[in-house]
């Protein structure tokens, strides 16, 4: 019953499929948050988020929410393990 129950979770799809969003893509979720457009970058299908120590809230819940409704895919956070 266990064997049965992992197969049929190993053939699951997931949901929905991530959109790649290509560099101009992201620019332009960078532009509608007016964010700097250093602060996404596709490196291997992975989004890196590296906003600046200083940048407001506000900016990077824009950013996130806009990747979140286009269904972005793996995303990674870049500088924010800096030690104090």
């Known amino acids: 019953m266990i064997v049965l129950a992992l197969a049929l979770l190993a053939t699951a ?12 893509q992201l620019d332009a979720v960078s532009d509608v948050c007016s964010t700097p457009r250093a602060w996404l970058r596709d490196v291997g299908g992975v989004i890196h988020i590296q906003p600046e120590p200083t940048a ?10 806009k990747l979140k409704t286009r269904h972005a895919g793996y995303m990674g956070f870049e500088g924010n393990e800096a030690v104090k």
Do not use: N
Not at 56 to 65: K, P, S, T
């Open 13 to 24: 799809s997931p949901p929905y499929k991530p959109l790649r969003l290509d560099q101009h």
């Open 56 to 65: 407001r809230y506000d900016q990077i819940d824009c950013v996130l929410a």
